[in-house]
């Protein structure tokens, strides 16, 4: 460390001398071992969505830590109980491996569950390995992922908030209206509202949420894969006026001829993409031109280390990137790293601006489990500057909502 201050003439400079120094320092060191928890809490207010509806939060945690007792923390999305079955799987492969080396240890993960996991919660499994890497990583750098990752575009990110879920009540309109204008009160300038309970109903919500907000918020609408082709494109059709930014998982998520023939028709642009794994799965949905907007969740796709390359691939195809985001403060942190890398397309002068989901439904899980807390200023989140991923996990949270498990 002493010789990083005496010779460093630039960041540059600085940076391979650092990452010299650490390589040799943390050279011989080894990940000990990785812990999984299964953190629940119910909710006060079940919700729901086009699919089905939750009565309680659960996720699935990793903490891989090394030898020397540095750890980092990472996040699966998907039925927690069989990501963490996924990890045990997965664990023996990245035990005694260097922390150092994320994107070798990735390709021995993925080599070894492609015969059964070229979709599904076992690359859940891996995304939550990844990313506690990543977060180990950094902090055994000493940088925050997002200068790993190729460095900052910017240092905050614009959010979105997801809610405006469906619940039991007489006046789901009024319930609908009264959440956005809240999150609009609280400085979000984009919200997104669930839809897929039926095209007429559907356009009556998102004709209230358009004139109780006015114009200057952007609103956008996600089905859950809940419409048919026809219903897809009637809805398009008839929402064509409401201003509406993306209209996301119109159609099944396997439908790839569907979603290009509806983005050949809708006037509004297309997203999709949460369920999708990996590349090779993204290749499939940008190479059939099925979206305008490319959603990966960086906890279910692959990780931070294949987000990268999705969003790579997704610039190729002049297509944007805005993360799904479900999760608690590790899953928020690592899109805002990501995202705070990204380069819209087009590129021009004044750009297109980056964004990410933040999900404002009812979690208890992500409200207390990691600190620090997110604040919303204008809309946007700054992008953690803290070393890795820049959160930790509440020991004691983390108790109280893993001790059913
Ligand atoms: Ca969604």
Not at 234 to 263: C, H, K, M
Not at 326 to 331: L, V
Not at 339 to 356: C, H, I
Not at 373 to 400: I, M, N, S
């Amino acid at each position: 460390m002493f010789y990083i201050n005496a010779g460093a003439k630039s960041p540059g400079i600085h940076y391979t001398i650092l990452n010299c120094i650490l390589e040799k320092e943390h050279g011989k060191m080894k990940i000990k071992g990785l812990e999984t928890y299964v953190a629940t809490q119910r909710l006060e207010t079940p919700f729901y969505f086009s699919q089905f509806g939750f009565s309680a939060r659960q996720t699935c945690l990793v903490k891989v830590i090394a030898e020397d007792g540095s750890y980092g923390w990472g996040e699966g999305y998907g039925p927690a109980s069989v990501i963490r079955a996924g990890i045990e799987f997965l664990a023996p492969l990245v035990i005694g491996e260097d922390p150092l080396h994320v994107e070798a240890i990735w390709s021995k993960m993925h080599l070894r569950s492609l015969d059964y996991a070229r979709r599904g919660v076992l690359v859940a499994a891996l995304s939550a390995i990844d990313i506690a890497l990543w977060d180990l990583r950094g902090k055994l750098l000493g940088q925050p992922v997002s200068i790993l990752l190729g460095g900052q575009r910017r240092e905050k990110v614009k959010v979105y908030a997801t809610g405006m879920y469906f619940v039991e009540t007489e006046d789901l309109v009024g319930k609908l209206v009264e959440e956005a204008r809240e999150y609009a009160s609280q400085g979000f300038q984009a919200l997104k509202m669930k839809i897929g309970l039926g095209v007429e109903t559907d356009l009556r919500h998102a004709q209230a949420l358009r004139q109780a907000l006015g114009d200057d918020v952007e609103l956008m609408v996600d089905a859950n894969h809940a419409y048919s082709l026809a219903e897809a494109i009637s809805f398009a059709r008839q929402a064509a006026g409401l201003n509406i930014s993306f209209f996301e998982e119109p159609v099944s998520p396997e439908d790839y001829e569907g979603y290009r023939e509806l983005r050949q028709r809708s006037a509004i642009p297309i997203a999709g993409g949460e369920c999708e794994y990996l590349l090779a799965g993204f290749r499939q949905l940008l190479s059939n031109r099925c979206v305008d907007i490319a959603q990966p969740d960086i906890c279910a796709a692959g990780g931070l280390t294949e987000t990268k390359r999705i969003a790579t691939l997704a610039s190729a195809f002049q297509t944007n990137l805005i993360p799904h985001s479900w999760g608690t403060g590790i899953a928020f942190a690592a899109g805002l790293h990501l995202v705070s890398t990204l380069d819209p397309v087009p590129g021009r002068l004044r750009m297109p601006e980056a964004m990410l989901e933040m999900d404002r439904s009812e979690n208890p899980l992500r409200d207390k489990l990691t600190t620090p807390q997110f604040e919303v200023v204008d809309g946007r989140v700054a992008v953690p500057t803290a070393p890795g991923l820049g959160v930790d996990v509440d020991p004691d949270y983390l108790d109280e909502f893993c001790k059913d498990e």
